[in-house]
């Protein structure tokens, strides 16, 4: 599997917020809704979740038939202020999508200020970043390609990082959970260079009693123990039973072992500094792929008289957005909601969202921004705004480029495990959603296609310190909205045994 695969599949995250109205529902059979259904009300009281700290909101989504937006199906606390953790993601995606478009790139750019003959650079390499939220691994090494291609080999000089498009603090990656080893905590930067974070693969080899280990991506100046013994036992904890030692920048220890029975497995960890990261990493790329360097891998500005040798564009936002949304990627979402400010700034950001929300959704309630990713205890929305945002988002001109970047329920992104959870849900692939969690917050929302042909969206948001319990009360409403609010139905795949 490609890193840049693995990557993203590693890095996710979640999402929150909701008030009463009732109406009766577009098609016949279900009855006008008073609160939650029963069966969701009895699966937070087995989590301990009171009601009050839940909001819910499920409405059709208009169409053909019905052009304007109906009267929400199921409403409960709508309008409460809520911690939405990643599905804040869903307000930065579609301000991105709305301000940029769909087919919008970053523009990546390597400068040289000195004459280039025979291969060789009397001067300086410059890369200048430009916020790319997935320059990983294979699209850098396809970046030296580039510039070999262009006759550039050997720098007479240094190779310079230029970071300026964005306009940062920095920020220890464990400042908010302690976690800095945790890839989902990696920082925003202009030169943003494989999420900050290595991947340790370790293969079990019988014949030698070793499970070997790789390390990607390469990185000047560390080194990582090679191998470990292979021990008896189940996978379970092998994390742990490897004692690995990520604190020193030149080397990775693993002082454990590995069980024999865990097969191949990937371990994602960030970088424990992260500021030399990029360095590192291109010197190592640089030199591996036949380039000499005389000098240093360094930050500092793209200077005037320096001339464009290669400008490589990212992937589209569309393909962005849908990493954000299927795989919760914090840093990703980070790096799109500093995109849309020039130079990169919060608060510059915050405030080009917030006018954009004026103008597109005047009648909700503003949302709290603080990184637009949702990683954070300071962001605020409604399950009543959220699902304003999915109604409009679902007759605009992106509707399904952002349906498509959600997660099919029980197939992909954050919310294929309900098929694990629940193999004869009838929500599996019938409902495109963003999940959200965080310490004391579960959140889902999205859309879904209800039996009887109508389309609805669902927000649900939960804020209480039991709210990672509650899960099973949000598949249980994902189900009442797929049932088209018919308590206890059972699927075609229950009748026929699957």
């Not at 040798?309 to 962005?320: F, G, H, M, R, Y």
């Not at 694990?420 to 929500?427: E, F, G, T, V, Y």
Request: aromatic share 6%; proline share 7%; glycine share 8%.
């Amino acid at each position: 599997m490609h890193v840049l695969t693995v990557f993203v599949l590693f890095l996710m995250l979640a999402a929150i917020g909701i008030s009463p109205a009732q109406a009766k529902p577009p098609h016949g059979g279900a009855q006008k809704a008073s609160g939650l259904p029963a069966e969701v009300v009895q699966a937070l009281r087995r989590a301990q979740v009171p009601a009050q700290d839940v909001s819910v909101v499920v409405a059709p989504l208009p169409d053909a038939s019905h052009p304007k937006a109906l009267p929400a199906r199921l409403s409960h606390r709508a309008d409460a202020r809520m911690n939405p953790a990643s599905l804040m993601k869903l307000i930065t995606t579609y301000a991105g999508l709305s301000l940029l478009g769909p087919d919008f790139t970053w523009r990546n750019r390597v400068y040289v200020d000195g004459a280039v003959d025979k291969g060789v650079l009397q001067g300086n390499l410059i890369l200048r970043g430009s916020g790319d939220p997935k320059l990983v691994l294979e699209r850098v090494q396809d970046l030296m390609a580039q510039i070999q291609a262009q006759g550039v080999r050997d720098v007479r000089g240094d190779i310079v990082l230029d970071r300026s498009v964005f306009d940062i603090q920095p920020r220890a990656p464990g400042s908010f959970d302690d976690e800095a080893l945790r890839p989902y905590n990696a920082t925003p930067d202009g030169l943003l260079v494989n999420f900050k974070s290595l991947i340790y693969t370790f293969t079990p080899d019988d014949a030698a009693g070793v499970a070997r280990i790789a390390a990607e991506p390469p990185m000047a100046g560390l080194t990582v123990t090679p191998s470990v013994p292979l021990s008896a036992g189940a996978c379970s904890d092998w994390r742990s039973g490897l004692r690995g030692q990520f604190g020193s920048a030149s080397q990775v220890h693993f002082a454990g072992t590995y069980p024999r029975s865990c097969g191949e497995k990937k371990w994602p960890v960030a970088y424990v500094s992260p500021e030399q990261f990029a360095a590192r990493v291109i010197q190592a790329l640089w030199l591996g792929s036949g380039g000499s360097l005389s000098g240093l891998v360094r930050e500092g500005p793209t200077p005037t008289r320096a001339r464009l040798l290669v400008e490589a564009t990212s992937l589209p936002l569309s393909d962005i957005v849908a990493d954000i949304h299927k795989f919760s990627n914090n840093v990703m979402a980070q790096q799109l909601f500093l995109s849309l400010s020039n130079p990169g700034r919060f608060d510059s950001s915050q405030a080009r969202i917030l006018s954009w929300w004026r103008s597109t959704l005047p009648d909700q309630a503003e949302p709290v921004l603080e990184n637009g990713s949702g990683l954070s205890r300071e962001e605020r929305s409604s399950a009543a705004a959220l699902t304003r945002l999915l109604q409009v988002a679902a007759a605009g001109p992106h509707a399904q480029v952002f349906q498509n970047s959600l997660g099919v329920a029980g197939v992909d992104g954050t919310v294929a495990r309900l098929k694990d959870r629940n193999p004869n849900a009838n929500a599996i692939g019938q409902a495109w959603l963003k999940t959200g969690s965080l310490r004391d917050v579960a959140a889902l929302a999205g859309y879904v296609q209800g039996a009887s042909g109508q389309r609805y969206s669902l927000v649900v948001i939960v804020n209480h310190a039991n709210a990672n319990a509650a899960r099973p009360a949000l598949d249980t409403l994902l189900e009442w909205v797929v049932n088209d609010g018919a308590p206890h139905v059972t699927s075609n795949k229950q009748r026929q045994g699957r």
